[in-house]
């Protein structure tokens, strides 16, 4: 899989959002992505050091949507999952442990 397809990254400390993890999804699914207008992205901000541009916070131990679909996508047991009904998270999934990462629009980035 190419890096500009999926890619996390943490924040960057240089303005003080280490705490958090930025997830990026070429888009639509499966895109290499050449500009940040063909990515999704996703943020899991617990301390909520990014103060604009995220669609709500990150929440732990939520259930999976009904409509829930499995990307594919996998880092050792942890696992994609998107739901058409809520498109601004992405959810992550880790055996019966799920978290839902808000949608940051337009994408987040510090100077």
Same mark, same amino acid.
């Not at 960057?12 to 895109?31: I, K, Q, R």
């Not at 617990?46 to 929440?59: A, L, N, T």
């Given at each position: 899989?190419?890096s500009?397809?999926?890619?996390s990254?943490?924040g960057?400390?240089?303005?003080?959002?280490?705490?958090?993890?930025?997830?990026?999804?070429?888009?639509? /699914?499966?895109?290499v992505?050449?500009? %940040?207008?063909?990515?999704?992205?996703?943020? #899991?901000?617990? *301390?909520? &050091?990014? +103060?604009?541009?995220?669609?709500?916070?990150?929440?732990?131990?939520v259930?999976?949507?009904?409509?829930?679909?499995?990307?594919?996508?996998?880092?050792?047991? /942890?696992e994609?999952?998107?739901?058409? %009904?809520?498109?601004?998270?992405?959810?992550? #999934?880790?055996? *019966?442990? &799920?978290? +839902?990462?808000?949608?940051?629009?337009?994408?987040?980035?510090?100077?």
């Open positions: 899989m190419d500009e397809e999926l890619n990254i943490a960057p400390d240089h303005c003080g959002w280490e705490s958090a993890v930025m997830l990026h999804l070429g888009w639509p /699914l499966g895109t992505s050449r500009t %940040s207008a063909q990515i999704r992205q996703y943020i #899991r901000d617990p *301390d909520q &050091v990014i +103060r604009y541009g995220v669609s709500g916070k990150v929440e732990i131990g259930d999976l949507p009904p409509d829930a679909q499995d990307t594919g996508y996998r880092n050792g047991a /942890l994609l999952w998107l739901a058409e %009904s809520d498109p601004h998270a992405a959810f992550l #999934r880790a055996g *019966d442990e &799920v978290e +839902r990462w808000p949608r940051a629009d337009p994408v987040v980035a510090c100077d």
